[in-house]
């Protein structure tokens, strides 16, 4: 695709990933929907992108509320924004405990964000793409989409289901230009640890200790490789770890 004048719309654009894929988009000429729950993180990322020549929507939603993704839905529709894009990248993991002693809270918020979320924005916003000559939709999964870690159970259950829903999607829009790519990665410094372990920093700290994980950069570079193939190619897949990381087991430590 080529993306200059194309619309993106990422979910979970406030930080991490989503954030840095707006940042390299917008430098590309790509308009964006940025939606994610914190409007103030929202708001000065689109201060920060308003020196590109692209327009910004900035939405404060929750993913995991239908009704709120359908009125941004129809919102769009309204104004004939149709996105070429979607980064369905809004997701959480929350505790690393066994499954017998796990807050319920916690799975809750996994399962709703990670799996009801992505599907709820898919289901409103696949529509708008159907019927586009070229689109694409990006599904962000994971390494714990395809190995279980130990206390990873419910993150890894709802990462497996992206996976089956990244092929699900590419089946079900069959015959269609809606391209479908999965990119899984391994661990990626972000927020994503201090969110898991809520707000203690030392653990999240310990999780990227003694070797150098992804960054959102480099998880970025993958999604725009996927976004720029030429119409007939649809990348489906793509998994990439750091060096150090070879399994969710296997990652060499230095300085343990
Ligand atoms: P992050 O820095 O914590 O960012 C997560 C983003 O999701 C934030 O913008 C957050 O914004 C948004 N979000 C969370 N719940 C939401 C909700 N209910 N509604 C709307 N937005 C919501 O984490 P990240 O590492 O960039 O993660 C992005 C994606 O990559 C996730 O799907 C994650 O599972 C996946 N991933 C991450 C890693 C990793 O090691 N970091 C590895 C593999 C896959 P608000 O808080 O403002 O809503």
Redesign the pocket.
């Known amino acids: 695709m080529k993306l200059k004048n194309k619309t993106a719309f990422i ?10 894929c707006a940042k390299e988009l917008a430098k590309r000429g790509v308009n964006l929907i940025l ?5 103030e ?2 708001k000065k990322l689109k201060e920060k992108l308003s020196k590109y020549d692209v327009t910004i929507n900035i939405y ?6 239908y009704a709120q993704i359908e009125k941004i839905a129809k919102e769009l529709q309204a104004r004939s924004i149709v996105p070429n894009i979607l980064i ?6 929350q505790g690393l405990d066994a499954i017998d002693t796990a807050n319920v809270k916690d799975w809750d ?1 996994m399962i ?3 799996l009801k ?2 599907l709820y924005v898919s289901r409103l916003i696949i529509p708008m793409m159907k019927e586009l000559q070229d689109a694409h939709i990006i599904n ?6 395809r190995q279980v870690y130990a206390g990873g159970s419910v ?1 890894n259950a ?2 497996f289901g ?1 996976h089956a829903l990244n092929d699900a999607m590419n089946i079900d829009l069959f015959g269609t230009k809606v391209k479908v790519t999965n ?13 898991r372990f809520h707000g203690d920093k030392t653990k999240a700290d310990g ?1 990227y200790a003694g070797y150098t ?2 960054n ?1 950069k480099d ?1 970025t570079e993958s999604i725009l490789f996927a976004l720029k193939q030429p119409t007939h190619v649809n990348i489906q897949e793509i998994f990439l770890t750091p060096t150090a990381q070879r399994t969710t087991y296997l990652t060499h430590r230095e300085t343990l």
């Open positions: 979910t979970g654009a406030s930080a991490g990933i989503g954030k840095r939606l994610s729950r914190r409007k993180k929202l404060a939603a929750d993913v995991t509320q369905n990248n809004a997701g959480l993991s918020r709703d964000t990670n979320g992505l962000l999964g994971s390494i714990a989409g993150y709802t990462k992206v990119v899984a990665p391994g661990a990626v410094e972000t927020e994503f640890s201090m969110v999780v994980p992804l959102a998880v």
